[in-house]
């Protein structure tokens, strides 16, 4: 399946329930106070940490291939009375309204563009979309594979409804060579009243350091700093790093 289709239908549904970590809003409040506003979170799912940056009143819009996960998060903030903008648009085909002093992704986002070409193509859109010196943040994280006890063990919660929740790693691929982790997830939804199960590849990219800065420059982009997510410098052996980058003269 197209890579920008995972978080659709039942995926979408069960994302919330079943996510095994939550994005610490901090570094992003942090660094959209520093970088300036408007802002844009690129891959901002269902609203974390959107939502908690716009509770905040900072100016921030979203954008996110998955328009289930958009209507989940227009329900969140509907819920909350908050207004927030949000496009549902691919990455790598940004075509917004305005341009923006800021621009960041959280957590993995960026590793799920499938490739060098998909990536480059990504960061010349943020390119087109910042201001003259704005700053864009962009977390790469190299994925581990998947131990071999937790492959079939199933993550479960229980819906509203009294249906059963269940995620679990069916089976996984990883080619060094292609920087690329496929693992194929199932999800199911278990109730008396009828059930859904579905399996889907989840597609992970990693880049080089390099390699990721060598796209960058392609894109117009200068590297203005890399570190760890809690702002401190980074090795050059980190696997889990916050680069910065800025607009090219």
């Not at 939550?22 to 408007?38: I, K, M, N, R």
């Not at 927030?84 to 959280?106: I, W």
């Not at 199960?197 to 796209?215: A, I, K, N, Q, S």
Request: proline share 8%.
């Amino acid at each position: 399946m197209d890579p920008a289709d995972f978080y659709t239908g039942i995926v979408a549904e069960l994302y919330g329930p079943l996510k095994s970590v939550t994005q610490d809003p901090e570094p992003y409040a942090a660094f959209v106070e520093e970088a300036g506003s408007p802002a844009l979170e690129l891959g901002c799912g269902d609203g974390e940490p959107l939502l908690e940056l716009r509770r905040r009143g900072l100016d921030v819009d979203g954008v996110d291939s998955s328009p289930d996960m958009l209507d989940r998060l227009r329900r969140r903030a509907a819920e909350e009375g908050l207004h927030v903008a949000v496009f549902h648009q691919r990455m790598e085909a940004l075509d917004l309204p305005r341009r923006y002093a800021a621009a960041f992704l959280t957590g993995p986002t960026f590793n799920l563009l499938p490739d060098d070409a998909t990536a480059l193509a990504a960061l010349r859109a943020i390119r087109a979309h910042l201001t003259e010196g704005g700053t864009a943040l962009v977390p790469l994280h190299l994925p581990a594979p998947t131990p071999a006890e937790d492959v079939g063990r199933a993550r479960t919660a229980t819906a509203p409804d009294g249906a059963e929740l269940r995620v679990r790693v069916v089976a996984e691929n990883r080619d060094e060579h292609t920087r690329t982790q496929t693992t194929l997830l199932r999800y199911e939804r278990l109730h008396s009243s009828g059930s859904s199960v579905t399996e889907r590849p989840w597609v992970l990219h990693w880049y080089t350091r390099d390699g990721f800065e060598t796209l960058a420059a392609v894109a117009g982009l200068d590297v203005a700093g890399v570190t760890d997510p809690q702002g401190a410098p980074a090795s050059p052996d980190a696997y889990d790093v916050h680069v910065r980058l800025r607009t090219a003269g």
